[in-house]
């Protein structure tokens, strides 16, 4: 795994609120990052997804998949500089969202039998739990395609390197941020009492 805080201002790139968020995982944090601003000025990135290319290219992928809608959009600017096919996932809401990682990610139909037997890369923009990433994998296993790095702008926390290691793939990022997050029978936030956001501003 890589880190290059020094070299590249990932951080500065993602404006971040704190409060007590409910994140897509299902798990409570105190940070919520606006990651829709991270393509804003789409030329900022253009050499941190250099440099992420430059990191993913000694797997010998034969594809990129990015969750929609950031991650695909940062996968979408490593497919060219890589020379492979760009695809991604869909959201999709589980009926019950009380429990952890209720959000499911899939491919569509079409792009099913040509990732068959080819080496993936994961790309994202910032993981945290990693619901996007996890339900990515999964995806990509049922149709038959290798998951073989996860390529990331950034991580919060271990749960990224966890999740990596769970999957038997190596994770590539520029940048590791420290944060926090708990389930929400664990939460101090909710021990406290402290209110969570209203609805449309939770956390990704």
Known sequence: MSSENDRFDVEGL????????????????????????????????????????RAVSKYAVEAVCGPLVEGAFVASLLAPLLDVPFTYTERRVASRTDQLFPVSYVLPPAFRPRLNGRRVAIVNDVINAGSAVRGTSRSLRNCGAEPVVIATLAVLGDAAARLASEEGVALETLATLPNEIWTPTECPLCARHVALSEPGEDAT
């Open 14 to 53: 993602l404006p971040a609120r704190r409060g007590h968020f409910r994140l897509e995982s299902g798990h409570h944090g105190e940070l919520w990052l606006h990651l829709e601003l991270l393509f804003f000025r789409p030329a900022l990135l253009r050499p941190l997804a250099e440099e992420l290319a």
